[in-house]
């Protein structure tokens, strides 16, 4: 059984819960383990505090104190399985406060080692090659590639995307009138993090602050699934976490209009 989630603000979100496994039969599931060989970059896009409108168009990588954070970008890479996984965050939320703060200044998210799996948008899984510092992705149902060339600084602590083959950035968008001129202006940099933990935490409130659920073993993979060119997405999470469903072992499905590139 499964149902579809909505987020407030009447984003759609594209996932449901679901109680068990997958169906072997309508899914064949292959797995990405985020061993302690990955590492964890990030990039946080902000606007400016006084700006309260939702349009994406004047968004840019947050430099000074009077931005807001509105978006998270993680980058997990792996120069042992020579992979790659580019996750966003869905767009921005209100919390409901006096203040109508982003949900991405909520104290969660200022643990940017912290991937949450619960505002999750989109998810690009590719190819890392080391040797050439390039990422490649794979475009559903054609025999081509998106290749993002990098570099990366002295001590490894920043990477820097220099370029990409594909001109159509708005591929890495989640609306249409988002400006890839203001959002993706090359150069792009993430930013190392000492650590990572894959979790869930749908609590916003500053004073039922916790860092949320850490997933571990199985729990700490990206499930996938292709067919017919189309790929899904799955997170073992176990208990239900908000104890409303009765759910003892949750799964997580992002359907694959959130997977943007064949992995």
């Avoid at 599931?29 to 946080?44: A, C, G, I, P, T």
Wanted: charged share 25%; aromatic share 14%; glycine share 6%.
């Amino acid at each position: 059984m499964a149902f579809c989630l909505l987020a407030s603000c009447h984003i759609r979100r594209f996932y449901s819960k679901m109680e068990g496994r997958p169906n072997k039969n309508e899914y064949q599931l292959d797995s990405l383990f985020l061993d302690n060989s990955y590492q964890l970059y990030v990039r946080q896009i902000g606007k400016p505090k006084k700006d309260y409108a939702i349009d994406r168009h004047n968004m840019e990588e947050i430099t000074r104190n009077d931005k807001e954070r509105i978006e998270l970008q993680y980058l997990l890479i792996s120069a042992k399985n020579k992979r790659v996984i580019y996750l966003t965050t869905i767009p921005p939320l209100h919390t409901g406060d006096n203040d109508h703060r982003w949900i991405y200044d909520e104290p969660l998210f200022e643990n940017t080692n912290y991937v949450n799996i619960w505002v999750l948008n989109l998810f690009f899984i590719g190819n890392y090659d080391p040797a050439k510092q390039t990422f490649t992705f794979a475009k559903k149902g054609l025999k081509v590639s998106d290749t993002w060339n990098f570099e990366l600084n002295g001590d490894g602590t920043a990477l820097t995307v220099m370029n990409m083959t594909d001109p159509d950035r708005s591929q890495l968008q989640h609306t249409t009138n988002a400006d890839p001129g203001s959002v993706l202006s090359l150069p792009i940099r993430f930013y190392r993090q000492k650590d990572f933990h894959l979790g869930y935490d749908g609590i916003w409130s500053d004073r039922n602050f916790l860092l949320g659920t850490v997933l571990t073993g199985e729990r700490s993979a990206i499930f996938y699934s292709t067919k017919d060119g189309e790929s899904d997405v799955f997170f073992h999470v176990g208990t239900d976490p908000n104890k409303k469903s009765g759910y003892k072992d949750l799964w997580v499905h992002f359907y694959n209009i959130r997977v943007r590139y064949e992995p």
